[in-house]
């Protein structure tokens, strides 16, 4: 990810070879934006955002890994989290909040819509609060003469 990549006035972040090599767009929300801004001024990074320990190139993907078990550990967290557990989480949040699944399809990157389908399960707490189209007929049990 590159500084330029940072659109804070149209408040999206372009994502350049991201899984699968493809480009796509995803929004900033105002949270992250207020953390990148501290970390620029702090960091001071000037191509890419996280830059590796040279700073022509991006931070190692290891180094995402790893910082990702840190955080895993010091959260007190049991459970394997991974990077693609993170966007894994971002497309289940999505879909428990009523975005549609097209739009989850773009925000990842995916080709093919079974794809996400796939990618993204349904809570049972979403599929609990999905009112069944039955019950919008009126039926009436009549027993037999």
């Not at 804070?8 to 070879?17: A, D, E, G, K």
């Not at 990077?83 to 009523?98: K, Q």
């Not at 995916?110 to 039955?134: D, E, F, G, M, W």
């Amino acid at each position: 990810l590159k500084v330029a990549d940072i659109d804070s006035s149209r408040m999206l972040i372009q994502v350049r070879h991201g899984k699968g090599a493809k480009d796509r767009t995803v929004m900033l929300s105002a949270q992250l934006l207020a953390i990148l801004r501290t970390y620029w001024r702090l960091a001071r990074p000037k191509e890419w955002l996280f830059p590796g320990r040279d700073e022509g190139k991006p931070i190692d993907v290891q180094v995402l890994h790893a910082a990702c078990r840190s955080a895993t550990k010091a959260a007190g967290l049991a459970k394997r989290i991974t990077v693609h557990t993170l966007r894994h989480s971002f497309a289940t949040h999505l879909l428990e909040s009523g975005v549609d699944i097209r739009i989850i399809q773009v925000l990842l990157g995916h080709n093919s819509l079974s794809t996400t389908a796939r990618y993204t399960q349904v809570a049972t707490t979403t599929i609990a609060k999905t009112q069944s189209p039955l019950d919008r007929l009126t039926l009436e049990v009549v027993p037999p003469a």
